[in-house]
């Protein structure tokens, strides 16, 4: 149990209630009911072994990074408790997992996951040369929802106009967020070399970014609801995710990033799972044609 508690904690698996809420808001987007429990589960496996191998990606390539920084040093890897192998394997078996399991849900799905995992992969290395390094997490994850809805639909077409307000909505949620996260590394990111917003603009400009972005989210989310015709429970999840993130924003200052843990796994997490939740609610009693 303390080996697989590790590899749990390795890449983070309680981070999935990230992603996969969108992800499974995409799929009941794509029809507005709920899709075939087939179709559902392919799409859990698919979202889960994506994240599975981007996370355990990252933590392989950012090994040396991690061990020279005090606040990281005690992660799975530098502190020996798992291998090189063996992560590097765990990142391969879940790279394969996940692009056999796009190709179960259609043709479409698997020609798109290749280009979809590279993504995934090549976000780990944007620090390293960019400060739009947030930003590429954020479409990373954005991508989720844009999968669920394709792989429900089997095709790009009809009006994509919800659901790439959705995939806004996660992408500026993410960035915003990683902002937040990142500024707990400022000063080591700009003495390792290491690029972010808040190593280059300093903690209060990327607190001020963050809350633009979080407001941008706020707003795509508005467009989710009106694009899709969706009614008075949506609107209510919204407000809801709207002063979860005026919380966050409160929890975090330039001085004082001593309840980032809190603004970054607890708000973050009961967002996605609220406008999930409401989601599901509104189709079935408020909104949305059919």
Same mark, same amino acid.
């Given at each position: 149990?303390?080996?697989?508690?590790? &590899?749990?904690?390795?890449?983070?698996?309680?981070?999935?209630? *990230?992603?996969?809420?969108?992800?499974?808001?995409?799929? &009941?987007?794509?029809?507005?009911? /709920?899709?075939? @429990?087939?179709?559902?589960?392919?799409?859990?496996?698919?979202?889960?072994?994506?994240?599975? /191998?981007?996370?355990? *990606?990252?933590?392989?390539?950012?090994?040396?990074?991690?061990?020279?920084?005090?606040?990281?040093?005690?992660?799975?890897?530098?502190?020996?408790?798992?291998?090189?192998?063996? #992560?590097?394997?765990?990142?391969?078996?879940?790279?394969?997992?996940?692009? @056999?399991?796009?190709?179960?849900?259609?043709?479409?799905?698997?020609?798109?996951?290749?280009?979809?995992?590279?993504?995934?992969?090549?976000?780990?290395?944007?620090?390293?040369?960019?400060?739009?390094?947030?930003?590429?997490?954020?479409?990373?994850?954005?991508?989720?929802?844009?999968?669920?809805?394709?792989?429900?639909?089997?095709?790009?077409?009809?009006?994509?106009?919800?659901?790439?307000? !959705?995939?806004?909505?996660?992408?500026?949620?993410?960035?915003?967020?990683?902002?937040?996260?990142?500024?707990?590394?400022?000063?080591?990111?700009?003495?390792?070399?290491?690029?972010?917003?808040?190593?280059?603009?300093?903690?209060?400009? /990327?607190?001020? #970014?963050?809350?633009?972005?979080?407001?941008?989210?706020?707003?795509?989310?508005?467009?989710?609801?009106?694009?899709?015709?969706?009614?008075?429970? @949506?609107?209510?999840?919204?407000?809801?995710?709207?002063?979860?993130?005026? &919380?966050?924003?409160?929890? #975090?200052?330039?001085?004082?990033?001593?309840? #980032?843990?809190?603004?970054?796994?607890?708000?973050?997490?009961?967002?996605?799972?609220?406008?999930?939740?409401?989601? !599901?609610?509104?189709?079935?009693?408020?909104?949305?044609?059919?």
């Amino acid at each position: 149990m303390a080996g697989l508690a590790r &590899w749990f904690s390795l890449v983070k698996f309680s981070h999935s209630i *990230f992603a996969l809420p969108f992800a499974l808001q995409g799929a &009941w987007l794509a029809r507005h009911a /709920a899709p075939a @429990w087939s179709t559902l589960g392919w799409i859990v496996l698919c979202a889960v072994a994506a994240r599975t /191998a981007a996370m355990a *990606f990252n933590r392989l390539v950012d090994r040396r990074i991690d061990a020279a920084n005090p606040r990281t040093r005690g992660r799975e890897l530098p502190a020996g408790l798992v291998s090189v192998p063996a #992560v590097a394997l765990a990142v391969a078996l879940a790279s394969a997992l996940f692009v @056999w399991s796009a190709f179960q849900l259609n043709a479409l799905c698997g020609r798109l996951s290749l280009p979809v995992l590279a993504v995934l992969l090549a976000y780990s290395g944007f620090k390293r040369f960019s400060w739009t390094a947030h930003f590429a997490l954020g479409l990373a994850l954005a991508l989720a929802p844009l999968g669920a809805w394709l792989a429900v639909r089997g095709e790009l077409a009809g009006d994509l106009g919800g659901i790439l307000a !959705l995939a806004l909505a996660v992408l500026t949620w993410v960035a915003g967020f990683d902002l937040i996260y990142a500024c707990q590394d400022a000063d080591f990111d700009r003495a390792a070399g290491l690029h972010s917003i808040p190593a280059r603009f300093g903690i209060a400009r /990327a607190l001020s #970014v963050a809350r633009l972005l979080h407001g941008i989210t706020v707003v795509a989310l508005c467009a989710v609801g009106w694009r899709e015709q969706l009614g008075w429970i @949506w609107a209510a999840a919204v407000a809801l995710a709207a002063l979860l993130l005026v &919380w966050e924003h409160r929890l #975090v200052k330039p001085g004082d990033l001593s309840r #980032v843990d809190a603004a970054f796994f607890t708000v973050n997490g009961w967002i996605g799972v609220g406008l999930f939740v409401g989601l !599901l609610l509104d189709l079935r009693f408020a909104g949305g044609p059919g």
